[in-house]
Every structure is written in C-alpha cells, then in structure tokens.
C-alpha cells in the first residue's frame, strides 16, 4: 500500500499516545521512523514500531524518562538516558552539544542506557543545519562475523557523518555490516539469491542461500577493512560509553532486556573554531565530483545523501509504500 | 636485501643529519620510516626517503620548524605545522593532546601546513600506550574515483584507531583506497594481473591490468560505502584544518609544493571521563573474537594490529626485506 507522510506521522503518533507516550516525545519518534521510510531505510522504519511499543509495555523503555546530562568538562557530556525513547534522548542531546559547539567549537556527547536511534541521518542532518560538523557512532547487537570467524560477534554499527554545504548537506550513513538483518530476512522470505558478499552460512562459508544466511552471520562490507572498521567503532563507543559490547549488547531488535548499547556524538562549529567559509568550499568540491567525468556504464555520480534525498522528495509527494502486514501490525497496536 | 632495525635506522638518520635535519627530528623521521617497513607498509617505509629529502632540498619542508600550537579551547588545540616534518610535528601535538586529555578527558588536534605523517599506527599506539583511545584522520592527494566516476577524486584518506587493552593495544590503520598507489606501481612494472576491484582504467572500467590502472584511478574499498566514508573524512579533515580537498591537495607525493592537507588527531582519556577497566574489557572482547569459531577454510581470526605486530616481531629478529633499489637511492642521498 501507499501512504502519505502525514498518515503514516498520524498513525505512529496515535499508536505511541495509545501506550502512554507523551505528545512531544511520540511527535520525535513518529518523526524519526516516516523518514526511515522515505528513504528506503524500511529497516529503520514503521516495520520497528511493534518493538517499540513491546519495549514501553515491558517497561524495558521509559517514554516520559528525562535523561541525565552532566559535562564532565567544557566539551564532553555524559548522558544517561535513563531508559528514554532513543530519538527522544538523541536529539536532546544533539542540540545541547551543538549548543556548546557553538560556544567552545567542540563537544562530545556519550550516551548510555537509551534506546534504539533509528536512522541516523537526521542526527548529523540537524547538525549540519547548525552550520556545523556531526558524527554520529551507535553500537547494536552481534550480527557481523569477524574475518576469517564465522560467528557473528560485532555489532553492524553504523557512522554517520553530516557536513553543512552552501545547499543541501553532506550526509553519509552507512553501516558497516554489508546489509541489514532486515533485509537478508526478507530475501529469505521472497527465495531470492543474495548477492556477493552479503553472508555466510553457519559454517562460515559464504552463501547466497538467504535460508541459509539466516542461520550464519552478516559479513562485513568490504571484507577485512570493513571488519576492522566496524570493529574499532563498537570499541570507540564502549570506552567512551562504558556500553557492552559483542554478544553481551542486547535490546535493540527484542522487547525482553534492557538496551546495553552506547551512542557518540561529536560536533564540531567551524565558524568557532576560527575556519571561514567551511559550507561553500565543501559544497564546491561535492559539485566538482557530482560533475566529474563519468564512468563507462554509469549515469550519475551522487555524493552521500543525494539518492535518499531524491527518494525522500518523491516519496513526499507521491507517497510512502509501506507492505500491508508492516501497516496492519502497527494499526493493530491500537487495540 | 636483509637489513636489521638498527641499520635502516642509521642509514636515514644519517642521510636527513646530511641534509640539515636535527638529531631529535631525524630520529623521529627515521623511527617512522622503518616503521612502515616492519610491519609490510613499505609505501611508508625507506621508499618515501627521496622524497623526504628533496622536499627539504628545494625548500618545502623546514626540518628545524617550530610549530605554532594554540589552544583555541580548553579541548581544541590548533596547530599550524610550520611546514615541518610531518611525524616530528604530529608527535607534538600527539604528546600534548594526550596531556591535556589526561587533565580533562578529551583533546582535539587540528593540524595544517605540517608534511607527511607516514604510517597512521605508531600515533593511535603512542595515544593507547598512555591508557587513552586515539583516532588520527589525515588526506592525502587525490587517487581514488568516486562512485560512479573515472577521475581520481579522493583522496585515500586513512584512518587509524587506537585502543588501549590489557596487553597489546587495538590498532586498526586503514586507507579508504582499496590499495595504494605503490602497490599498483609494482605491480605495473612485475606484470601481474591486479585482483578485482583494485581500480578502474583511464575510462572508468574495472581493470586486472596494472599497466592501465596506472592511467587510472584507485577505487575505494568496499566500494559505494567505501567511497563515502572516504569522502566523509576529506571533507571532516578540510573542515577542521582548512586544508584543501580534492585535485588541489599537493605536496605529499611530489617535491614541487607545499604540502596543503590535514591532519586530525581525537584523544579521549577513558579515566578522566570516569569510566573504568576499559582496557580489561576491550581486551576481553577481543580475546573473545580471537577465540571465536573459525570460519571454514580459515587458519586465524585477528584483531587489527595482530598481523602487523607479528610481522614486526619477525623483522626484528630475522631483518628486514628492503629492494636493492630502494637502498641505493637512500644511500646516494648521502653524497
């Protein structure tokens, strides 16, 4: 089915009120999961509402928690979300540190005890918009095996990164496993063959078999350097944290333990660390490399962010599609 | 030929003394080029000497620079290289920075104008060595096409992750190229067929001829995410230094201009922001992955840094393979 943005904000919304979610909170999260899907991120979507709300019925998730920030010093802020919607507490914590970026150039925000962010994009979206510089770090459960292991033992832990242009922001958000979990289930329900380099089976070995890939792990994007990548993130935000890590992280895809994963969030203001013009010199260089000569086969070269953005748009005015049993599930959370 | 730690060490010591450089500065340049060489990073080994030196010949580089650090908050540290040795400068900032996130649990460094750094890992080992999690950015030339194009765009931008542990330290150091440009070099002249995805010839087509890839560009690793990643850290690193992005980026491959990338270094003192044992608990973590069920047809599973040290351990015992080539042309810098 198609939905409009509206719609889908309103069901959410109404769901999350339902659950004893207060306005403004519930208004954040309904935000958070419409732009997962308007960009395509579906994992990130509405398809994680029922999780949520088990998450508040369990009380594993405290809809009306006030988070408790302290800066240990003039740039670093310990948070403890005190069991608050992931979003909730992110973008508290977004706009006290673009606050104090914008006072001394720089701050850092850890954060333990909180919930799921959701996509990232709209962390470093909303820092960028301050004219200012984001990276955004999150750790999840074990679905990515090491190089060379085939148990699946680190997180998928995303980065993003947002970088104010003279126009449209730089945002990258990319998680360092190859593909989601979401999306190898899916390609098993459907029979279809996964591509290269997406899985391996329970052996190790790599598969195509999307059953099969069940079973086994996700492999990290681009092999070992995706590995090491993805793996260093999942330590930077445990000692910085104080989260758990490898099989220990719990709740982010289960209604049954409470969330032990840690966010980062780093911001940093140009303008007050004394560097002018920061905006349009990087926008220049991402229009030099939008329009630099293309390869033979291809038809566009997009900087990070483009292609969700011109999904975005579209599916703006001509509507989200959402699978009937996604919408059904959350509608049935009225109840 | 085979040559010990010590000689490589002396041969360039002497070498830069013959060129100017201070006792003190020379053997941190030194350290940093048999570095690379013990542990297999020989693009960053003894090969970099000529250049090294010509760049102090025609007066690029100022091996007796002082260079200008200015705390432009308590966390902040803005550095201008003073068009220095790129190790001897980066070791400064690395010493202060660790110092000051002793004092206040994060640091920041900043650094423009400054050469070379070399292999990204003694730094990030430097950092955890003092109990404290470092990250170092740094960009290079423009090697690397972006996805979907031809032109050489990025640069390989590394990046390096330090991580204190019970007993040897987390080091991840990584370029965002799916290889180097040396590597290529090489195998241009042996004749060997490049592995898939190394790079694309001069229109833009995955190429296994090394020849062609030489009129090429590299591609990123891991492909469109490993584009944006590397991309996202050119565009963090410009906007923190002011250096430049893109093709305008000269002076670390060359001995014709001067040198205009950056560098960043990130510095966090687990301690002083008040959390414990994390150096027992990402050594734990990491045992774990080590000690994980092994992927079929796979003889190890290692963290980051685990085969460079190995490596490093085997060439302090047994020497150090340098080409004939390479040794001859640092020696003829003698004269």
Redesign the interface.
């Known amino acids: 089915m198609m939905v409009t943005h509206d719609r889908e904000i309103d069901l959410v919304s109404r769901v999350l009120a339902a659950h004893g979610v207060p306005d403004a909170a519930a208004a954040t999260q309904a935000e958070v999961l419409a732009e997962g899907d308007l960009r395509g991120q579906h994992s990130h979507g509405l398809q994680r509402l029922p999780i949520i709300v088990g998450r508040i019925d369990n009380g594993l998730t405290d809809p009306t928690a006030v988070p408790v920030a302290r800066w ?5 802020l ?1 948070v403890d979300g005190a069991r608050g919607l992931g979003p909730v507490v992110a973008f508290d914590v977004v706009d006290r540190l673009i606050g104090r970026a914008r006072d ?3 701050a ?1 925000g ?1 954060v333990h005890n909180s919930n799921h962010l959701g996509m990232l994009a709209g962390y470093v979206e909303r820092i960028a918009a301050a004219g200012q ?1 984001g ?1 955004v770090l999150t750790t999840s459960e074990a679905l990515v ?7 699946a ?2 997180g998928t832990n995303p ?1 993003a ?1 947002g ?1 104010p242009t003279a126009a449209e922001p ?1 945002v ?1 958000d ?1 998680s360092t496993g190859a593909v989601s979990r979401g999306k190898i289930l899916a390609y098993a329900r459907d029979g279809r063959p996964l591509p290269d380099g997406w899985a ?1 089976d329970a ?3 790599p598969t195509a078999d999307a059953g099969r890939a069940v079973d086994g792990a996700i492999s990290p ?3 070992a ?2 590995y ?2 993805g ?2 993130l999942e ?2 935000v ?5 989260s758990e ?3 220990r992280v719990l709740g982010t895809l289960d209604a049954a333990a409470v969330c032990n994963k840690g966010d980062v969030f ?1 911001v ?1 203001s ?1 303008e ?4 002018s013009a ?1 905006a349009e ?2 926008g220049s ?1 991402l229009d ?2 939008r329009t ?13 962010g483009d292609r969700a953005r011109r999904l975005r748009a579209e599916r703006m005015a001509h509507g989200i599609p959402i699978e009937d049993i996604v919408w059904n599930a959350a509608e049935e959370l009225l109840t």
Chains 1, 2 share one sequence.
Do not use: Q
Request: charge should be negative; aromatic fraction near 8%; avoid cysteine.
């Open positions: 240990v010093s003039e740039s670093f310990e001394v150039g720089l850092v850890a510089i990276l095996h090491p190089w060379g292991g085939r148990r033992m680190v980065i990164v970088v730089f990258l990319m391996v052996d190790g070995a994007f681009g092999g350097k995706g090491a990548l793996l260093a330590l930077v445990a000692g910085l944290t104080g890590t490898g099989e780093l940093f140009p007050a660390l004394g560097l920061v010199r990087m260089y030099e490399i630099s000569p293309l390869a033979s086969g291809a038809t566009s070269i997009d900087a990070p």
